[in-house]
Nanobody, 129 residues
Framework: QVQLVESGGGLVQAGGSLRLSCAAS????????MGWFRQAPGKEREFVAA????????YYADSLKGRFTISRDNAENTVYLQMNSLKPEDTAVYYC??????????????????????WGQGTQVTVSS
C-alpha cells in the first residue's frame, strides 16, 4: 500500500513556473514507477510525465516536452514535477500516481491511467493569462 500526497500547486501567471511535489508513504517507494497526470474541468485525465523506479528513464507527453521535468528522490520518497513557461491551458488538477507494470514498451508501462495502482488526491494549478 502506498499513500501519495501532492503539494506545490497554486495560482501563477502565464510564463511563470511551479514545482509540484508528491510525498509517498511506505518503504517501497523505489519499487514503483511514478507518474504525473492532470485533469481539467470537463476533460479526461491525461498523462503528463513518468519516471522509472531509479529515475533514470523519463517519459513525457509530446506536447509538454521541454517545459516540464519529472524527477524523483528515492531517499526522500518524493517525486517532483518542475513546470516552466506555464500557459493558461496548463490549468488543471495535477495528480501523482504509483504503478508497478514491468516489461512491455515504455509507453505501455508509463502512459495509461490503468498502469497505475495508487493515486494522490490532487493539487490545483491555475495559470492566469
Amino acid at each position: 500500500q502506498v499513500q501519495l500526497v501532492e503539494s506545490g500547486g497554486g495560482l501563477v501567471q502565464a510564463g511563470g513556473s511551479l514545482r509540484l511535489s508528491c510525498a509517498a508513504s511506505g518503504r517501497t517507494f523505489s519499487s514503483y514507477t511514478m507518474g504525473w497526470f492532470r485533469q481539467a474541468p470537463g476533460k479526461e485525465r491525461e498523462f503528463v510525465a513518468a519516471t522509472d523506479r531509479s529515475g533514470g528513464i523519463t517519459y513525457y507527453a509530446d506536447s509538454l516536452k521541454g517545459r516540464f521535468t519529472i524527477s524523483r528522490d528515492n531517499a526522500e520518497n518524493t517525486v517532483y514535477l518542475q513546470m516552466n513557461s506555464l500557459k493558461p491551458e496548463d490549468t488543471a488538477v495535477y495528480y501523482c500516481a504509483a504503478g508497478s507494470r514491468t516489461g512491455g514498451t515504455t509507453r505501455w508501462r508509463f502512459k495509461p491511467v490503468s498502469a497505475y495502482d495508487y493515486w494522490g488526491q490532487g493539487t490545483q494549478v491555475t495559470v492566469s493569462s
